[in-house]
Every structure is written in C-alpha cells, then in structure tokens.
C-alpha cells in the first residue's frame, strides 16, 4: 500500500484526528506483515499530535524495529525525518519509564515490601 500524504491528510500534517484516521488505515496492513509506503511529497510541516495519532498508536503494536522495517518513509523532508526520530526516541523512553515503573511496583508488591 502507498500512501501520499498530500493527498490523504494535506500539506500540514498536524491533528491528532488526522493522525488516528491514518493509523486505522496503516494498521491492517501491518498487522497482514504488507509494507505501508508513505510518500511525504509536498508535505510542509509534520506536527507531534499528528504523530501520536499514528505512530504513537502503532508502537503500542509493534516494536520500533518491526514498524521502521514494514513502513517506508519516502520523500521526506530531513527537518520532518528529525522531527518523526525524535518522537518515536520519546515514545520509547516513556515506554521504557513506565515498564521500569511497572517492575518496581510489581517487586515490591511479591515482596510485601510495600505494606509497610
């Protein structure tokens, strides 16, 4: 599947609706193993709610590598490109914060540490 965003979403690629309406149409087809290209031509600006809306939500699937393998970015912009690593950079830290999180709490749960 190939999108062109330009035409799907428009030249600025900002909302989060936006962002969701493109992740109910990508997932499917990650989740079929298809690669999903979109094609980032005329595209001029890409905002981090669009983001969340798509990529945020497809990282609560797949692992970083899996997505970054299935969905080809083409024609984009470097400021967009830098922008899109340094979303998924904090998607994945908060990822790793809150699965820290979820093991400390768990550890002293079984130790009843926490009762104290």
């Known amino acids: 599947m190939e999108i062109l965003l330009k035409e799907d979403i428009g030249t600025r690629c900002m909302a989060l609706d936006d962002g969701i309406r493109l992740y109910e149409k990508i997932l499917p087809e990650l989740k079929a193993k298809r690669a999903v290209k979109l094609d980032f031509t005329g595209v001029e600006a890409v905002f981090s709610p669009f983001l969340m ?38 998607a994945e830290q908060r990822l790793t914060e809150k699965t820290d999180l979820e093991s400390m709490k768990d550890f002293f749960e079984e130790d009843e540490i926490g009762d104290i």
């Open 53 to 90: 809306g798509c990529i945020g939500r497809l990282l609560d699937h797949f692992e970083k590598e899996m997505l970054m393998e299935q969905l080809v970015l083409r024609n984009i912009q470097p400021e967009h490109l830098k922008t899109l690593n340094e979303f998924i950079d904090r």
